[in-house]
């Protein structure tokens, strides 16, 4: 097997034991003090937002120009002039965050900037954790990255917690780990880099000045600062409006119930990530006929494993809240966990729309749509936070709209510019049938166990799965189970 596949499979795997520790953790710690787990996620999700400012879409441009600049032999030079301006931003990031929260003074009442001595050292270890990750995506090694990605933030979370709640320490003690797991990460990232090739720091800048190639590196980190900010404001949003208008307490509840769905979206993350050199390559080469098989294949399969995901944990959900502490919570809001499962998998349905547009010469036109997600996300929740009742469940509306609408702009686009669309007919076949399988499962009856029905609701669902793909060949699952599959898994 390429090493693309052992790759991407090793990135699901590690991302699978990361959720399993999520979900160890929302299940049997974080139920304790949802307060003190609302805080913890207030403060990640909100330097994630702010991190585009201050990475300014130099991330990108490390596999943008990677191949361009190994041909020269400065790949090394652009990877260290790229630290330099990360620096650089984040003093003038700081520079205007003070001016601001200075001049406007109201918004010194905010909890972002009571926060401010944990928010902003972690944006520029954020920062750096970006740029190394990108650039090890050039070598197609996301695997061993991937523990920094996401597993670090959970054993981050998870240990912060213990350490308040369970050791009896203050918040800052815990606070203090919380920050230094990420730095841990950092470390991990250059180690790991300097693994695969010797890191020789290089700060030059003729390279970077000859042919003006700078203003083509700043255009396009510029545009793509613009895409990002607006695509971590839309996705991280959620967490800061929870936070700052319902209190830290929801702010847990409903970060709990999105942990446990994003379960669905642990598979694409490896893709997404090992893609980015493909699909640089077909389009380079005006590969759209090939594009469009790997588009339609790619989406294909991941909104197949997605949908056996959700629909397991939509039918098992109800049962797994009577073993979680302040289960209740939980149980009350279980509307939020079908809006953003469906809307989650229309965003698997459309594969890596967005990395299409973002390595073609129409890059700009993520800054439309990303920015389009961002404000309609952003207006949309102030409505439903102000103008309903609906809490929770509001905001999962608000961002399903909002995620909806951007995926069904990018889809129109790539169409119109590539001939490349995500979607077939073995979709339907698949929707057709999870549907039955969720109502199978819900309309047969219950044993008095809450445990043996957590296993046996999605058992059926499973089985409905297996069977329904046995005659209609959906998901190619023998590529996935055969002999030389397993044994490449563990070839070094």
Not at 178 to 207: A, C, H, Q, W
Request: charged share 15%.
């Amino acid at each position: 097997m390429s090493v693309v596949a052992r790759q991407g499979f090793k990135y699901s795997i590690i991302g699978y034991l990361g959720f399993l520790l999520g979900t160890f953790s929302a299940i049997f710690v974080f139920p304790h003090d949802m307060e003190f787990y609302g805080k913890l996620r207030y403060v990640l999700p909100t330097a994630e937002m702010l991190l585009p400012v201050v990475v300014f879409g130099l991330s990108f441009s490390n596999v943008k120009f990677y191949t361009q600049s190994r041909e020269d032999g400065k790949h090394q030079n652009f990877l260290s002039l790229s630290l330099v301006g990360i620096l650089l931003n984040f003093i003038i990031f700081l520079i205007g965050y003070f001016a601001v929260n200075l001049i406007f003074p109201k918004l010194q009442e905010t909890e972002m900037w009571q926060m401010k001595r944990l928010i902003l050292p972690l944006i520029l270890v954020l920062a750096f954790s970006a740029v190394f990750n990108k650039y090890l995506s050039n070598f197609k090694r996301i695997a061993i990255p991937n523990v920094f990605e996401n597993l670090l933030p959970k054993l981050a979370n998870l240990g912060a917690f213990c350490i308040f709640f369970f050791l009896g320490f203050p918040e800052k003690a815990a606070y203090l780990f919380f920050i230094l797991m990420f730095v841990l990460g950092l470390f991990g990232y250059v180690y790991y880099t300097n693994r695969l090739e010797k890191l020789k720091p290089d700060f030059s800048t003729d390279y970077i000045k000859k042919d003006n190639l700078w203003k083509e590196v700043l255009n396009y980190s510029f545009y793509g600062f613009l895409g990002n900010i607006g695509n971590f404001v839309a996705v991280r949003i959620d967490s800061v409006m929870i936070g700052e208008f319902l209190g830290f307490e929801p702010n847990g509840v409903y970060n709990t119930l999105y942990s446990i769905i994003s379960l669905i979206t642990v598979p694409a993350m490896g893709l997404y990530s090992i893609s980015a050199p493909i699909i640089n390559k077909h389009l380079a080469g005006n590969e759209f006929e090939e594009l469009d098989k790997l588009h339609k294949k790619s989406s294909l399969v991941l909104f197949f494993l997605g949908f056996v995901l959700l629909s397991c944990v939509l039918v098992g959900f109800p049962y797994l809240t009577h073993f979680i502490k302040n289960g209740e919570l939980l149980r009350q809001s279980e509307p939020v966990i079908w809006v953003l499962g469906f809307a989650m998998l229309f965003d698997l349905a459309t594969g890596f729309n967005g990395h299409i547009i973002s390595l073609s010469k129409y890059y700009r036109f993520n800054i439309v749509v990303m920015l389009f997600l961002a404000v309609t996300t952003v207006t949309l929740n102030l409505y439903f936070l102000n103008n309903t009742n609906l809490e929770l469940l509001g905001v999962a509306i608000a961002t399903a709209i909002s995620l909806t609408l951007f995926n069904i702009a990018k889809i129109v686009f790539n169409y119109i510019k590539f001939g490349v669309f995500p979607l077939t007919i073995e979709m339907i076949y698949a929707l057709i049938i999870g549907t039955l399988g969720i109502t199978v499962a819900v309309i047969l009856p219950e044993f008095k166990s809450s445990f043996l029905n957590l296993f046996y609701k999605p058992g059926i669902v499973l089985l409905m799965f297996f069977v329904g793909n046995y005659f209609l060949k959906i998901f190619p699952l023998e590529e996935y189970i055969n002999r030389n599959f397993l044994k490449s898994l563990f070839k070094f």
